[in-house]
């Protein structure tokens, strides 16, 4: 049998997640986070559905500048997908989302997710390491020859260590 583990429990806006509590439901969005009336459109149709939390896209700034309207107009909590530019999740945190997914790999340098890290404490936010075969360390990729899974959790785990080094654990 096996042994259940308890996870230490966070808040994404007025969501509990793990700690014990129940599996929240999240999807994505595939509209154009700059068109606001669709993407809202989609999130109403995934909420319809039972989606609890919804995550955007987030590729340019001028997507970062639609996030405000569409939490505005969210029912559930958002979480902005960066992929490359902090200050995207800069702007996704001053809009009031809740939530990023990042890789800090590909943000830059520590700098830039110690920016991040720092907005996250500041406004309530929660960071999801998000990590792929594409996102993989090229020193790691040289260690493991090329993408798989031991590569991306080993990458994974050391971007959760630099976040929890900043003290963060949200």
Known sequence: MQEKRISRGIRLGKLAIGGGAPVMVQSMTNTDT?????????????????????????PDMTAAKALRALRDGSPVPLIADI???????LAALEAGLEGLRINPGNIGPREHVDRVVDAAKANGGVIRVGVNSGSVEKHLLQKYGGPCVEAMVESALSHVRMLEDRGFYD
């Open 83 to 89: 992929h490359f530019d902090y200050r995207l999740a």
């Open 34 to 58: 700059r068109d606001v009336e669709a993407t809202l459109a989609q999130i109403d149709r995934l909420v319809r559905r039972g989606c609890e939390a919804v995550r955007v896209a987030v």
